[in-house]
């Protein structure tokens, strides 16, 4: 009596706990999003003119406003004044540095033409005979490539459940194997701990020799 008791109640939080954290996660996201109400005055948000609160309406009116902006700076006038505004944030001390760096890691991760997190690949970490998925994020570049002779990637490593924190590695390319599985499904495997397994499709020629210690 007692194992079919804990049987059933296994049963029922297997159910309902991904439906709490994937209520909970939309709720954090539509919570979020709503901010975007301040924005309007007080005459016009729901509260005043419906006499009550309308979850969702502030994040119907972002991406109203985040499709406006993309539509309005694909013309001539919209593509200067973008410039403009982005010349002059580039003379606010503080502000240009953080805008930059934002900026240049949005257009990276967002960008159509862009190859960051585009590819998961396999590696050894966090030492040889140990495996993890990565993902591809680009090359090195700058000054550290002076100093990497050969081919080498960047990749990152995402941490266990929270793939938003993780590590970031150069190696050499070889020391990798692409994997045939898309970014979905890899952080699915990696955000379950490796639970939930993609399908296997298996790339022909694509093993790893580990690498031989260094002689010094």
């Given at each position: 009596?007692i194992a079919l008791m804990?049987k059933y109640?296994i049963t ?7 439906l709490?954290?994937t209520l909970w ?6 919570g ?12 016009l948000?729901?509260e005043?003119?419906?006499g009550f609160?309308l979850?969702g309406?502030?994040?119907i009116?972002t991406?109203?406003?985040?499709f406006?902006?993309g539509l309005?700076?694909?013309n001539f006038?919209?593509?200067?004044l ?7 944030l ?7 540095s953080?805008?930059?760096?934002v900026?240049q890691?949005s257009?990276?991760l967002?960008s159509?033409?862009?190859n960051a997190?585009r590819?998961?690949?396999?590696i ?7 495996w993890?998925?990565?993902?591809q994020?680009g090359v090195?570049g700058?000054?550290v ?6 081919d ?12 938003t924190s993780?590590?970031f590695?150069?190696?050499?390319r ?6 045939s ?5 890899a952080l ?5 701990m490796?639970?939930?397994a993609?399908?296997a499709?298996?790339k ?13």
């Open positions: 009596m804990r109640f029922g939080l297997l159910v309902l706990v991904p709490a954290i996660v939309l709720n954090l996201i539509i979020t999003l709503d901010q975007s109400l301040l924005l309007l005055p007080p005459s948000r729901p005043s003119l419906f609160n979850p309406i502030g994040t009116l991406l109203v406003i985040i406006v902006t309005v700076t694909q006038i919209g593509t200067r973008l410039n403009l505004w982005e010349w002059l580039q003379r606010i001390p503080v502000v240009n953080i805008y930059s760096s900026k890691v257009d990276t967002l159509s033409s862009g997190f590819k998961a690949v396999l050894q970490y966090p030492r040889e005979g140990s993890t998925i990565a993902f994020t090195p700058g000054d490539k002076n100093h990497l002779m050969g080498y990637i960047s990749v990152y490593v995402p941490t266990t459940p929270n793939p993780g590590f590695l150069m190696l050499k070889e020391d990798s194997i692409e994997l599985m898309s970014v979905d499904e699915k495997y990696i955000v379950s490796g639970v939930v993609p399908g499709n298996k022909p020629d694509q093993t790893i020799t580990p690498a031989k210690p260094s002689e010094h």
